[in-house]
């Protein structure tokens, strides 16, 4: 009940703690609501562990960009893979994609998009940061 929810940077690295940090960090310092928080680690999660098994992490010379901002009232959050194989849509829409797209708007009260772009899996978030900050 005391709990006051994460450093967002810190949420990202440990997403990554199991891959090596093969990621560019860039957003200012935000500290997260417990409800965020709890989403965007699932979140994190998944995204992680599937550029590790089929996307930019599945290669030596993979990385993952992840930049925040928070300015004029809006979170915005954008996941970018690069260097792993050609990305085609997947034909399955399975409990991790349902969890990235759905629930995280859901709980953040705001809008996300995954794209299968051919040099590598986009995921955007777009909340208010009413939503989202501690």
Known sequence: SRWRGADLQALVEAAFQPYGMRVALTGEALTLNPQATQILALALNELATNAAKHGALSRPEGRVEVAWSAAGGLF???WRERGGPPVAVPTRHGFGR?????????????????????????????????????
Not at 114 to 125: C, N, Q, R
């Open 98 to 134: 349902t969890l990235v797209e759905s629930a995280v708007a859901h709980e953040l009260c705001g809008t996300t998009r995954l794209d299968f772009l051919p040099e590598g899996v986009t995921y955007t978030i777009e909340a208010p940061l009413a939503e989202v900050a501690a």
């Open 76 to 78: 915005r959050f954008v």
